[in-house]
């Protein structure tokens, strides 16, 4: 949902004019602070049959989940309450009620959010993580997250003096949590830096990939703190999380947790926390914010520089692949032993499907296609690709599936909601799949007709990472976590279905494959640092590939060469070697045997918990206690949906004084959400207002009442009034299908305008009303990329059939209208977009508007009014119209920074040129076209650091002059409502 308001720059003559034109956007500026920030939790995935929701009962929680995972949800009470007592102390308070909690199997990746609105709650994705991105380093899984997203309640709780007094009058209103709008870099530092325990090797601050990333921001030019405030589209995508951690942890060494907790509670007093944020530091660490942070990069730079100097001076690495780009996120890649296919993606276009093939002195690179996202890739030995990729719902689950791609390079769905984390060729028929469900990792064969069969499934507690099949297809190896055990490898026999471990270091084991059939290669940080290394499976002897400045991951072997994925501050690159590492070339010895390397702990878990008491939570063979929580009962979500907060309105103009009440709230699925507007115009007498309810994205009711006032003709004539009532309801996703991108919606709008006092308001007539039910079949293939602003390309349409003849309505017969939209992606971050509507209703029904900058292009039923630039509203009227346009984006640059520690922040910048032409049918015949030309410069900003929207200077002109406005600037400030 987003709000928008914009100022006609051409209408401003009188300087009173002017005062009207800055007060919607004063306006909204106050709104956005009183709202700032995600209004609307996500709703969990559609109810499917047989599917019910429970609730436990805790002193401290309420943890709500669906059936089928009971087990996790008696184990996250047990693991919440002894989280509590450990962070309740830190922080030195708690919340009033019982936090909310929510467990979803919904999502194929490691997740989690919390939110003090409208009351306190998070929300815990089940599926851990199984690749090494710095979330590697748990022991349970749940144990991690529930630490960290519970460290932000917490934290967003913090309250104080006028604070408190405030959440006493208003409620849970944004404005009274002042710690809830922190810059994320302080929010996720401090959660990151409260989930880390040194004592137990858990949390990301005892990552190696953490430190590696860290090490490899330094390396270049660190960012500053205007940068690292906003919420970046470069690399690397988590600054809040990497910069904030490392800075917390600076703050809490560099001085004490005392006086961090002492700026923790300062700071909780504070209405206008945006204001006191640096001062806040100054009083609390005798430094500013700048001057901090200036402090903590000094400090970095300085504790690093040695291990740095000395990875150079023994640096091993290879050479980078000749032809392959930089890309931004880690390739999922497979090799043949011949090709080499990878998912490439630079951000500025979708996603590649590539292969490399070495040809004499280089590279032979070909391109198959375009895909939506990929999770893993592999290459039969015929050169068949095969690919998982995550597939977005329109029931709200994001599960992988398996995708297979013919010659032709069209793409083939094998599966249905499969969840396959990883695909690998087991023969020429069929496919070895990785995936996690409820929690539970399991290995299973897929054929090309979507038939499965289950090989495998671990307990609770046991992840399998990656995994890669022999030459001769009679074992995997794999990258395995247990309970209390880091990363190791293990093989697992296909003919006897059992595991026999491979390692049983503290190092963290990652990304192997076969070599031949008794030779591995994989990632590993033996030595503080990920490198790739060879074990010989006959005798366990370990031999060293490279020894890289930053990380060396993801190997494969190709014809007679080892190539992997070398990370850096820009992103990861492909490197080749095609020599060991050598006592020669390094000064270190080429090899050793595994076992002296550091080993795991193994010590009884009883002697673990006696020398740290909080690894107890890590024990997941422990029983579960019934005592934990009360009996599960149905979830009831009527309770939670009480008003939490509520604000006064107020709004005066020349005509009338209006008070009014705002308030909204939600359940603890985020499936029923509310809002209600009431006011009373105290000049007048009457009451208007607006009820806002959804369930979920399938069930939309709008109802609003609006009272509108004019000037008389004459001095001495008294002022107009008119109400307009409207109820619009939704029903969306009455199929869908096609990957979602097809679906059916029915609505229906109700609309009623009529004079109160005298005649002549900007409608027709004492009295109008209009009742249309339709139904709208919809396309959406568009795609986004993370470094092109809006739309990166694809296609959307609609089409809607409405009636007037279901409802009460003055007009009568159907009308149908038709929307297409096509981006190309061009070259860099520009982009092409063709447009093309019409609509065609019955000599009985109302009219069609076209003109003016805006129309009702938000709606989907119920438009009536179509925009076109360059005109004033209403210049054509009739019962059939058409409208083509084209328009170009133009990326011109980034400025990715804050405006020093003030809420504003300040992203891409681009111009948008565009012409348009349409017309009406008037008299039994189209009038002729009224073309237009325009164009606009926008300005991307961020709000409060986290909510994204946009400033708009644009200009436009109908090339009609007898039509035309003469030319019309405006002004347009959006911003996104709710989340």
Same mark, same amino acid.
């Given at each position: 949902?987003?709000?928008?308001?914009?100022?006609?720059?051409?209408?401003?003559?009188?300087?009173?004019?002017?005062?009207?034109?800055?007060?919607?956007?004063?306006?909204?500026?106050?709104?956005?602070?009183?709202?700032?920030?995600?209004?609307?939790?996500?709703?969990?995935?559609?109810?499917?049959?047989?599917?019910?929701?429970?609730?436990?009962?805790?002193?401290?929680?309420?943890?709500?989940?669906?059936?089928?995972?009971?087990?996790?949800?008696?184990?996250?009470?047990?693991?919440?309450?002894?989280?509590?007592?450990?962070?309740?102390?830190?922080?030195?308070?708690?919340?009033?009620?019982?936090?909310?909690?929510?467990?979803?199997?919904?999502?194929?990746?490691?997740?989690?959010?919390?939110?003090?609105?409208?009351?306190?709650?998070?929300?815990?994705?089940?599926?851990?993580?199984?690749?090494?991105?710095?979330?590697?380093?748990?022991?349970?899984?749940?144990?991690?997250?529930?630490?960290?997203?519970?460290?932000?309640?917490?934290?967003?709780?913090?309250?104080?003096?006028?604070?408190?007094?405030?959440?006493?009058?208003?409620?849970?209103?944004?404005?009274?949590?002042?710690?809830?709008?922190?810059?994320?870099?302080?929010?996720?530092?401090?959660?990151?830096?409260?989930?880390?325990?040194?004592?137990?090797?858990?949390?990301?601050?005892?990552?190696?990939?953490?430190?590696?990333?860290?090490?490899?921001?330094?390396?270049?030019?660190?960012?500053?703190?205007?940068?690292?405030?906003?919420?970046?589209?470069?690399?690397?995508?988590?600054?809040?999380?990497?910069?904030?951690?490392?800075?917390?942890?600076?703050?809490?060494?560099?001085?004490?947790?005392?006086?961090?907790?002492?700026?923790?509670?300062?700071?909780?007093?504070?209405?206008?926390?945006?204001?006191?944020?640096?001062?806040?530091?100054?009083?609390?660490?005798?430094?500013?914010?700048?001057?901090?942070?200036?402090?903590?990069?000094?400090?970095?730079?300085?504790?690093?520089?040695?291990?740095?100097?000395?990875?150079?001076?023994?640096?091993?690495?290879?050479?980078?692949?000749?032809?392959?780009?930089?890309?931004?996120?880690?390739?999922?890649?497979?090799?043949?032993?011949?090709?080499?296919?990878?998912?490439?993606?630079?951000?500025?276009?979708?996603?590649?499907?590539?292969?490399?093939?070495?040809?004499?002195?280089?590279?032979?690179?070909?391109?198959?296609?375009?895909?939506?996202?990929?999770?893993?890739?592999?290459?039969?030995?015929?050169?068949?690709?095969?690919?998982?990729?995550?597939?977005?719902?329109?029931?709200?689950?994001?599960?992988?599936?398996?995708?297979?791609?013919?010659?032709?390079?069209?793409?083939?769905?094998?599966?249905?909601?499969?969840?396959?984390?990883?695909?690998?060729?087991?023969?020429?028929?069929?496919?070895?799949?990785?995936?996690?469900?409820?929690?539970?990792?399991?290995?299973?064969?897929?054929?090309?007709?979507?038939?499965?069969?289950?090989?495998?499934?671990?307990?609770?507690?046991?992840?399998?990472?990656?995994?890669?099949?022999?030459?001769?297809?009679?074992?995997?190896?794999?990258?395995?976590?247990?309970?209390?055990?880091?990363?190791?490898?293990?093989?697992?026999?296909?003919?006897?279905?059992?595991?026999?471990?491979?390692?049983?270091?503290?190092?963290?084991?990652?990304?192997?494959?076969?070599?031949?059939?008794?030779?591995?290669?994989?990632?590993?940080?033996?030595?503080?640092?990920?490198?790739?290394?060879?074990?010989?499976?006959?005798?366990?002897?370990?031999?060293?590939?490279?020894?890289?400045?930053?990380?060396?991951?993801?190997?494969?072997?190709?014809?007679?060469?080892?190539?992997?994925?070398?990370?850096?501050?820009?992103?990861?690159?492909?490197?080749?070697?095609?020599?060991?590492?050598?006592?020669?070339?390094?000064?270190?010895?080429?090899?050793?045997?595994?076992?002296?390397?550091?080993?795991?702990?193994?010590?009884?878990?009883?002697?673990?918990?006696?020398?740290?008491?909080?690894?107890?939570?890590?024990?997941?063979?422990?029983?579960?206690?019934?005592?934990?929580?009360?009996?599960?009962?149905?979830?009831?979500?009527?309770?939670?949906?009480?008003?939490?907060?509520?604000?006064?309105?107020?709004?005066?103009?020349?005509?009338?004084?209006?008070?009014?009440?705002?308030?909204?709230?939600?359940?603890?699925?985020?499936?029923?959400?509310?809002?209600?507007?009431?006011?009373?115009?105290?000049?007048?007498?009457?009451?208007?207002?607006?009820?806002?309810?959804?369930?979920?994205?399938?069930?939309?009711?709008?109802?609003?009442?609006?009272?509108?006032?004019?000037?008389?003709?004459?001095?001495?004539?008294?002022?107009?009034?008119?109400?307009?009532?409207?109820?619009?309801?939704?029903?969306?996703?009455?199929?869908?299908?096609?990957?979602?991108?097809?679906?059916?919606?029915?609505?229906?709008?109700?609309?009623?305008?009529?004079?109160?006092?005298?005649?002549?308001?900007?409608?027709?007539?004492?009295?109008?009303?209009?009742?249309?039910?339709?139904?709208?079949?919809?396309?959406?293939?568009?795609?986004?990329?993370?470094?092109?602003?809006?739309?990166?390309?694809?296609?959307?349409?609609?089409?809607?059939?409405?009636?007037?003849?279901?409802?009460?309505?003055?007009?009568?017969?159907?009308?149908?209208?038709?929307?297409?939209?096509?981006?190309?992606?061009?070259?860099?971050?520009?982009?092409?977009?063709?447009?093309?509507?019409?609509?065609?209703?019955?000599?009985?029904?109302?009219?069609?508007?076209?003109?003016?900058?805006?129309?009702?292009?938000?709606?989907?039923?119920?438009?009536?009014?179509?925009?076109?630039?360059?005109?004033?509203?209403?210049?054509?009227?009739?019962?059939?119209?058409?409208?083509?346009?084209?328009?170009?984006?133009?990326?011109?640059?980034?400025?990715?920074?804050?405006?020093?520690?003030?809420?504003?922040?300040?992203?891409?910048?681009?111009?948008?040129?565009?012409?348009?032409?349409?017309?009406?049918?008037?008299?039994? $015949?189209?009038?002729?076209?009224?073309?237009?030309? !325009? *164009? =606009?410069?926008? +300005? /991307? %900003?961020? @709000?409060?650091?986290?909510?994204?929207?946009?400033?708009?200077?644009?200009?436009? $002109?109908?090339?009609?002059?007898?039509?035309?406005? !003469? *030319? =019309?600037?405006? +002004? /347009? %400030?959006? @911003?996104?409502?709710?989340?």
């Amino acid at each position: 949902m987003y709000v928008a308001t914009r100022c006609h720059i051409s209408t401003i003559t009188r300087p009173d004019e002017r005062v009207r034109c800055l007060w919607p956007l004063l306006s909204l500026l106050l709104l956005l602070w009183l709202v700032s920030g995600p209004l609307r939790a996500e709703a969990v995935g559609w109810q499917y049959q047989g599917q019910h929701w429970f609730s436990l009962q805790s002193e401290h929680f309420v943890v709500n989940y669906p059936s089928g995972l009971e087990d996790i949800a008696h184990r996250t009470v047990q693991i919440a309450e002894q989280t509590h007592t450990e962070l309740s102390a830190w922080f030195g308070s708690q919340p009033e009620h019982p936090t909310q909690v929510v467990l979803v199997d919904d999502f194929d990746v490691a997740n989690g959010w919390a939110t003090p609105l409208p009351f306190a709650q998070m929300r815990l994705y089940i599926s851990p993580p199984d690749q090494v991105s710095g979330l590697e380093h748990y022991d349970d899984w749940l144990s991690l997250l529930i630490r960290h997203e519970y460290t932000h309640v917490l934290h967003a709780d913090l309250q104080r003096g006028a604070v408190r007094q405030s959440r006493n009058i208003f409620g849970r209103m944004w404005f009274s949590f002042p710690h809830a709008l922190e810059p994320s870099l302080l929010l996720e530092g401090l959660a990151v830096y409260l989930e880390s325990n040194k004592d137990l090797g858990s949390g990301r601050l005892n990552s190696t990939f953490y430190r590696m990333q860290m090490q490899a921001e330094l390396e270049q030019q660190p960012d500053s703190l205007d940068q690292v405030l906003v919420p970046p589209r470069d690399w690397p995508y988590n600054k809040a999380y990497l910069y904030g951690a490392w800075f917390v942890r600076y703050l809490a060494q560099q001085y004490s947790e005392q006086q961090l907790k002492y700026f923790l509670w300062l700071h909780s007093g504070r209405l206008l926390p945006y204001s006191e944020l640096s001062g806040d530091f100054r009083r609390s660490f005798g430094l500013s914010l700048e001057q901090l942070w200036q402090g903590f990069l000094a400090a970095q730079a300085a504790d690093w520089q040695p291990q740095r100097q000395q990875r150079l001076a023994q640096s091993w690495q290879g050479e980078p692949l000749p032809g392959n780009d930089l890309v931004t996120e880690r390739r999922p890649m497979a090799s043949n032993g011949t090709w080499l296919a990878a998912v490439e993606y630079s951000g500025e276009s979708a996603r590649q499907l590539v292969s490399y093939q070495p040809a004499g002195t280089g590279w032979e690179r070909v391109q198959h296609g375009s895909v939506k996202g990929a999770s893993s890739v592999d290459i039969g030995q015929d050169g068949r690709l095969v690919y998982s990729r995550p597939v977005t719902a329109v029931d709200g689950r994001v599960w992988n599936d398996v995708f297979y791609r013919q010659k032709n390079g069209r793409e083939v769905r094998i599966s249905q909601g499969l969840r396959a984390r990883q695909v690998r060729w087991l023969n020429t028929g069929q496919l070895l799949v990785r995936r996690m469900v409820a929690g539970r990792a399991e290995l299973l064969t897929l054929d090309l007709h979507g038939n499965r069969q289950l090989l495998w499934r671990g307990d609770y507690g046991v992840v399998i990472g990656d995994v890669d099949l022999s030459p001769d297809r009679t074992r995997l190896v794999a990258a395995v976590k247990r309970p209390r055990q880091g990363w190791n490898l293990a093989l697992y026999s296909l003919a006897s279905a059992t595991w026999q471990p491979l390692t049983n270091t503290s190092a963290t084991e990652n990304a192997p494959v076969f070599r031949d059939n008794q030779t591995l290669l994989f990632s590993a940080d033996y030595e503080a640092n990920f490198d790739i290394y060879q074990l010989s499976l006959t005798d366990q002897q370990l031999t060293r590939w490279t020894r890289v400045t930053t990380g060396a991951f993801e190997p494969q072997w190709l014809a007679d060469r080892l190539v992997y994925q070398r990370y850096s501050a820009e992103g990861y690159r492909l490197y080749e070697v095609q020599e060991l590492l050598t006592a020669s070339a390094t000064g270190l010895p080429d090899n050793r045997q595994l076992a002296e390397y550091r080993q795991a702990d193994t010590r009884p878990i009883t002697a673990i918990i006696q020398a740290h008491p909080a690894a107890a939570t890590l024990d997941q063979t422990s029983p579960i206690s019934a005592q934990a929580a009360a009996p599960a009962d149905q979830y009831q979500p009527w309770h939670d949906l009480r008003p939490r907060s509520w604000f006064p309105l107020w709004y005066v103009d020349e005509f009338h004084t209006e008070l009014g009440v705002t308030t909204w709230g939600q359940d603890a699925l985020g499936r029923h959400n509310y809002s209600v507007n009431l006011l009373r115009d105290v000049t007048y007498g009457v009451t208007s207002g607006a009820l806002l309810y959804s369930y979920d994205n399938r069930y939309g009711l709008y109802l609003s009442r609006e009272y509108r006032y004019a000037q008389g003709a004459e001095d001495n004539e008294r002022d107009q009034q008119g109400r307009e009532d409207r109820l619009i309801a939704q029903r969306n996703y009455l199929l869908h299908g096609f990957e979602d991108r097809f679906a059916l919606h029915l609505g229906s709008v109700w609309e009623s305008k009529r004079v109160i006092d005298n005649a002549g308001l900007s409608w027709r007539g004492g009295q109008w009303h209009q009742g249309l039910v339709g139904l709208a079949a919809t396309w959406n293939n568009r795609q986004s990329f993370r470094q092109v602003p809006g739309v990166g390309q694809g296609s959307y349409a609609d089409l809607v059939i409405e009636s007037n003849d279901v409802l009460n309505s003055q007009y009568r017969g159907a009308l149908a209208q038709f929307r297409g939209r096509y981006t190309l992606d061009l070259p860099g971050r520009d982009t092409l977009t063709l447009g093309l509507d019409g609509g065609i209703a019955a000599d009985t029904g109302e009219y069609f508007a076209l003109g003016g900058q805006t129309g009702d292009e938000a709606q989907l039923f119920g438009r009536d009014q179509i925009a076109l630039p360059g005109y004033h509203a209403g210049v054509r009227y009739g019962h059939r119209y058409h409208k083509e346009s084209l328009s170009s984006r133009l990326w011109l640059g980034r400025l990715e920074q804050n405006w020093s520690t003030w809420p504003i922040g300040f992203g891409d910048y681009f111009t948008r040129v565009y012409a348009v032409a349409g017309g009406v049918e008037e008299d039994g $015949q189209f009038s002729r076209w009224l073309p237009a030309l !325009g *164009g =606009e410069l926008t +300005l /991307q %900003l961020w @709000w409060g650091y986290t909510t994204q929207g946009s400033l708009t200077i644009g200009y436009s $002109q109908g090339l009609d002059n007898a039509n035309s406005n !003469g *030319g =019309e600037g405006y +002004l /347009q %400030l959006v @911003w996104p409502l709710g989340g």
